[in-house]
């Protein structure tokens, strides 16, 4: 099943931490049972998916910080 990036806003931060442990076991379990490589890029885009939005969010609440702070004239 493929996460939607809906679904991984909605996660905390603990569930975004366990699921991309949980997909980083499963990349190495596919590579070594010679899974499709269908299944590979799959779970290669759930991790992205995840690490971006973590990227993401982390870069807004920065950005929010420094332009709060420069409030002057």
Do not use: D
Not at 39 to 58: A, D, G, Q, V, W
Not at 59 to 66: D, E, I, R
């Amino acid at each position: 099943m493929a996460l939607k990036a809906k679904e991984i806003r909605n996660m905390s931060e603990g569930e975004k931490k366990k699921k991309l442990e949980e997909l980083k076991l499963e990349l190495v379990k596919a590579r070594t049972a010679k899974t499709g490589s269908s299944k590979i890029k799959e779970i290669r885009k759930m991790i992205s998916r995840i690490l971006t939005l973590n990227n993401s969010k982390k870069l807004n609440k920065k950005n929010q910080l420094s332009s709060s702070g420069n409030t002057q004239k």
